[in-house]
T-cell receptor
């Protein structure tokens, strides 16, 4: 089945230790998104790629970066995680703007 | 800046009841509206997508309506079951900028 895959599902990192979260898709969609969802809050868009074009939300911390080496894969890098970065990170894909988004199962990040 | 509000924040009803979840948004210039389900600690499952030109969509026991001019959507769940217990999220898309979500309605269906 075509799908959006996130690895790992659970990630524990230490305060200040860089961490990378992975997302892959078999849908061959042009757009890939990263959302952050803190406990009991709405998911919040961090950034997205339209093909190779990177679009950063204005209020996304500089601590967060992303890479998309090819159509199938997208990575979220957190350079120096703080306690406030503990959250569920959701990856989504779509064929284009204004078209249905498909979400992966998420990666729950814990910062100790 | 788009804002999405969902009412009620939480709802608990006996099994078998029909119920309505509400979503409102401040900017009517949207491409579409999606309703999602989220189980505890899990990702998002898409339930229904309504394009801006549509008024409603149906899937099984679920029916979602959209009134773009007034900035409102409702999700109707018929004959609720305990398995429907989850958080229901409403989200709107204004273009290639991703979705703006509400905080969700936490639904509990009592057996």
């Amino acid at each position: 089945d075509a799908m959006v895959i996130q690895n790992p599902r659970y990630q524990v990192t230490q305060f200040g230790k860089p961490v990378t979260l992975s997302c892959s898709q078999t849908l061959n969609h042009n757009v890939m998104y990263w959302y952050q969802q803190k406990s009991s809050q709405a998911p919040k868009l961090l950034f997205h790629y339209y093909d190779k074009d990177f679009n950063n939300e204005a209020d996304t911390p500089d601590n967060f970066q992303s890479r998309r080496p090819n159509t199938s894969f997208c990575f979220l890098d957190i350079r120096s995680p703080g306690l406030g970065d503990a959250a569920m990170y959701l990856c989504a894909t779509s064929r284009g703007g204004g078209i249905e988004q498909y979400f992966g199962p998420g990666t729950r990040l814990t910062v100790t | 800046k788009q804002e999405v509000t969902q009412i009620p924040a939480a709802l608990s009803v006996p099994e078998g009841e029909n119920l309505v979840l509400n979503c409102s948004f401040t900017d009517s210039a949207i491409y579409n509206l999606q309703w999602f389900r989220q189980d505890p600690g899990k990702g998002l499952t898409s339930l229904l997508l309504i394009q801006s030109s549509q008024r409603e969509q149906t899937s099984g026991r679920l029916n979602a309506s959209l009134d773009k001019s007034s900035g409102r959507s409702t999700l109707y769940i018929a004959a609720s079951q305990p398995g429907d217990s989850a958080t229901y999220l409403c989200a709107v898309e204004g273009g290639a900028d991703g979705l703006t979500f509400g905080k969700g309605t936490h639904l509990i269906i009592q057996p």
